[in-house]
């Protein structure tokens, strides 16, 4: 008997699974320059965040759900600190910090370490909310802009990977960009680029040849 029971809810688990990763699809914003799956196309909410500073920073979040959870990435635009030019470190480099703070206060903290994506420097919670349901957070922060993304489900559900593992920042042309591991202390400012869209950059030129190429087979695709 308890093994059947451990079967079916293992079933349960699969299907669910199967189920919320169906009718997902890739969404890239060349706008705030990230891309993520969502379960269908995400709405748009527009808003001020304001920083550990007291700076007024625009934002937008953009918002998808289904039957199992919500699904949303928020990203702040920083360019706009009050901050005199200067003195703007401690508000960029510890944005991250800060805004896991305040996602801390939400609930409890079951998982609190380092993450990175594409060699980006990062952070990821695991919140568990007052009516059960859990928050997996990643935060990220890339040239001039905070990026935190959330995936909200019950408390008996997965961790919802198809969410999670699809976050990516990329450049203006939509490719995702990748770092190396040098220069890790300068980074983003002098810190080498590895890949663009998959393919290596050995030279800024190369980068160029690929963004150029790219386009090239984007629009003899579309012609």
Not at 60 to 74: H, L, P, V
Not at 116 to 133: A, K, M, S, W
């Given at each position: 008997m308890r093994m059947w029971k451990l079967i079916t809810a293992m079933t349960f688990l699969f299907y669910a699974g199967a189920a919320s990763a169906q009718g997902w699809i890739e969404y890239v914003n060349t706008d705030d320059f990230f891309s993520v799956n969502f379960p269908g196309e995400p709405w748009v909410e527009e808003f001020i965040y304001v920083s550990e500073f007291k700076s007024p920073l625009p934002?937008?979040?953009?918002?998808?759900?289904?039957?199992?959870?919500?699904?949303?990435?928020?990203?702040?635009?920083m360019h706009t600190t009050v901050r005199p030019p200067g003195r703007q470190g401690l508000e960029l480099r510890g944005a991250m910090a800060y805004a896991a703070t305040e996602l801390r206060q939400t609930g409890e903290?079951?998982?609190?370490?380092?993450?990175?994506?594409?060699?980006?420097?990062?952070?990821?919670?695991?919140?568990?909310?007052?009516?059960?349901?859990?928050?997996?957070?990643?935060?990220h922060y890339h040239d001039y802009r905070l990026y935190i993304a959330e995936a909200i489900v019950a408390g008996n559900?997965?961790?919802?990977?198809?969410?999670?593992?699809?976050?990516?920042?990329?450049?203006?042309?939509?490719?995702?960009?990748?770092?190396?591991?040098?220069?890790?202390?300068?980074?983003?400012?002098?810190?080498?680029?590895?890949?663009?869209?998959?393919?290596?950059?050995?030279?800024?030129?190369?980068?160029?040849?690929?963004?150029?190429?790219?386009?090239?087979?984007?629009?003899?695709q579309e012609n």
């Open positions: 934002s937008r979040r953009y918002i998808a759900e289904d039957a199992i959870g919500r699904y949303q990435m928020t990203v702040i635009d903290v079951t998982y609190d370490a380092y993450g990175e994506i594409q060699v980006i420097p990062g952070h990821q919670l695991q919140i568990t909310l007052p009516d059960g349901r859990r928050n997996f957070v990643q935060i559900m997965p961790p919802p990977a198809h969410f999670q593992a699809s976050v990516s920042i990329v450049n203006g042309q939509g490719h995702q960009i990748r770092y190396t591991g040098e220069g890790f202390h300068q980074f983003p400012d002098a810190r080498p680029v590895l890949s663009i869209g998959g393919e290596i950059v050995n030279t800024e030129a190369d980068a160029l040849d690929i963004i150029n190429n790219s386009d090239q087979r984007a629009s003899g």
